[in-house]
């Protein structure tokens, strides 16, 4: 095994594990800040305390936290002024086997339904099981060998 495949191994782990971990975790309505600040049972006064910023400051960052307008720099501080830690993961949709295999599959469709079509101006077209059969058989190479333009939508 080259040590390119070792390393992406390595990380193919760190991710699957990591999505693994989070798969049931969601974001609350209300907003991770709000959510810990209740269960502590702090004010945003008191937060904003902490801080050493304004009691408006606080309540603006739990509304950028709620629209996806919030730094990672501002999720720091306010965790930590919470007494927690701010975590930051982006995990794939199942697995990183899974998309692999979504990106095969979608490229392989299109290629081939591309030929199939090129084929069936000639008369030649392949019967629908036999589209199926190749488009599966090349997303399988594509998977393993993963072509320089394997991430390129055409």
Do not use: C, H
């Amino acid at each position: 095994m080259s040590v390119r495949e070792t390393a992406r191994k390595q990380y193919l782990r760190l991710v699957d594990g990591a999505a693994a971990q989070l798969a049931d975790l969601a974001r609350p309505a209300e907003g991770w800040l709000v959510s810990l600040r209740k269960a502590l049972g702090m004010s945003g006064a008191d937060v904003a305390r902490r801080m050493g910023v304004t009691r408006s400051a606080v309540y603006q960052a739990e509304r950028n936290e709620r629209d996806g307008a919030i730094t990672l720099a501002q999720m720091e501080k306010l965790a930590s002024a919470l007494g927690g830690r701010f975590v930051y993961a982006i995990v794939p949709e199942g697995s990183v086997d899974a998309v692999l295999q979504a990106q095969a599959y979608n490229k392989a469709e299109a290629r081939i339904r591309r030929a199939s079509a090129q084929m069936a101006l000639e008369s030649q077209a392949l019967p629908e099981g036999e589209t199926r059969r190749r488009i599966a058989e090349l997303a399988r190479e594509l998977v393993r060998d993963r072509p320089s333009d394997f991430w390129q939508t055409r």
